[in-house]
């Protein structure tokens, strides 16, 4: 089963709005990165948030982490038609059997 | 500055048929890793290697080899393709794995008819 899982796995805005999709974990952290998709192509990486660390900001990118409850957020502020792709978040457990574990994947649609 | 050269970029195999998948990156990476991409499924860690030389199994590295022994390749093989095995594969390398992000290739699409 997936270590990390995406929600919602689809969202679709206007541009000009903020988007936020969410990402939930089964065990112990070091770290969540989050990463960009677009279709056809590989993943970048975008941010990267250790398990001490409870927000980073980065240009339009706002991610969140909350270990108590296991779960990150990524904010995506005043979204533009090339925000669109599908975004992941990937956990590095304590355990570090099998390095970063990826979620399913949110798909962003932003609309012009 | 290239970063992680995938090749091929499409494949179209017969079942039984056998491949190598090249990953090349010039970023003088030690870790490298190799996942498959399935709709719904995500990205999971088939091998991953921590330096030349080294493999590791990962997530689902049944029907899979891989080897290491130059620190900017990375080879995938396939000794019998199945059917199961289409799917999208995607190399990926490191610093480390300390916190540092993954540079990923474009991917090789692969379908097993």
């Known amino acids: 089963s997936q270590q990390g899982e995406e929600d919602p796995q689809a969202l679709s805005i206007q541009e000009g709005e903020n988007a936020t999709m969410n990402c939930s974990y089964k065990?112990?952290?070091?770290?969540l990165q989050w990463y960009r998709q677009n279709s056809g192509r590989g993943l970048v990486h975008l941010i990267l948030i250790r398990s001490n660390e409870r927000e980073k900001h980065s240009g339009r990118l706002r991610v969140t982490l909350d270990t108590s409850k296991k779960s990150s957020s990524l904010l995506i502020t005043a979204s533009r038609a090339a925000d669109t792709a599908s975004y992941f978040c990937a956990t590095e457990t304590t355990s570090g059997t099998y390095k970063y574990i990826f979620g399913t994947g949110t798909r962003l649609k932003v609309l012009a | 500055n290239a970063g992680v050269t995938q090749t091929p970029k499409f494949r179209v195999l017969k079942t039984g048929q056998s491949m190598t998948l090249l990953c090349a990156q010039d970023?003088?990476?030690?870790?490298m890793y190799w996942y498959r991409q399935d709709p719904g499924m995500g990205l999971r860690l088939i091998h991953y290697s921590v330096g030349e030389g080294t493999t590791a199994k990962g997530e689902v590295p049944d029907g899979y080899n891989v080897s290491r022994l130059k620190k900017q390749n990375f080879l995938l093989g396939l000794e019998s393709a199945a059917p199961s095995q289409t799917s999208v594969y995607f190399c990926a390398s490191s610093y480390s794995t300390a916190g540092d992000g993954y540079t990923f290739g474009s991917g090789t699409r692969l379908t097993v008819v």
């Open positions: 065990t112990s952290i070091n770290n």
């Open positions: 970023m003088n990476h030690e870790y």
